[in-house]
């Protein structure tokens, strides 16, 4: 097969690539550069390549952020736009990165990064497929307990906000919510708004 074909079979099968998923391949990356001329593939940031008119959507930066952050998990006021349990509209990726990440030189989007470890990391990652591009992300539950959690850096108001959306659409349980009140140590705070909201 025509390695330019291999190339596009894999964009279109992985939504994004990069050179390092050519290289995989047994393909040169110099073919993206040369692709990317003859306006077969599309040059989204440094690096990362799509077929050309493949659709922007309201979530197309998560995908760009996922493939060169794959260690990332999108947090805070970005999954709670995701999970459309908010009002706010994020001029920014929020992410969570393990503790001790070096922080990534990423011009566009602007990130804001948050750094944790051990649990409040790595539970409550989901993975969800936008554009073909396989984005982590925290769910509903993990991601209110971690507003209350970073309240200072979100406000109290949103916290309280997306408390009371992720029950009123039943996008979390009430258990869903303890647990993930416990795994960042907010229970004595989130209580009495969970007991206002039942």
Not at 21 to 34: C, H, T
Not at 46 to 60: A, K, Q, R
Request: aromatic share 8%; glycine share 6%.
């Amino acid at each position: 097969m025509d390695r330019k074909q291999q190339i596009l079979d894999l964009a279109r099968a992985k939504g994004l690539i990069r050179a390092a998923d050519v290289k995989a391949a047994g393909i040169s990356r110099n073919y993206l550069y040369q692709m990317h001329k003859e306006g077969l593939l599309q040059k989204k940031a440094v690096g990362l390549y799509s077929l050309p008119g493949v659709p922007v959507t309201e979530h197309s930066a998560l995908t760009e952020v996922a493939k060169r952050l794959p260690h990332a998990v999108v947090c805070l006021v970005s999954a709670l736009n995701y999970h459309g349990i908010t009002t706010q509209i994020p001029h920014e990726i929020w992410l969570s990165v393990p503790r001790g990440s070096w922080r990534p030189d990423v011009a566009y989007p602007p990130l804001n990064l948050t750094y944790v470890s051990g649990e409040a990391y790595s539970f409550g990652i989901q993975e969800h497929v936008i554009n073909g591009v396989a984005v982590k992300i925290y769910t509903p539950a993990k991601t209110v307990a971690d507003c209350f959690k970073f309240r200072n850096k979100v406000g109290l108001d949103v916290a309280i906000e997306a408390l009371r959306e992720v029950w009123r659409s039943r996008k979390a349980t009430m258990d869903e919510l303890f647990e993930a009140a416990g795994i960042d140590r907010v229970s004595k705070i989130m209580r009495p708004y969970l007991e206002a909201t039942v």
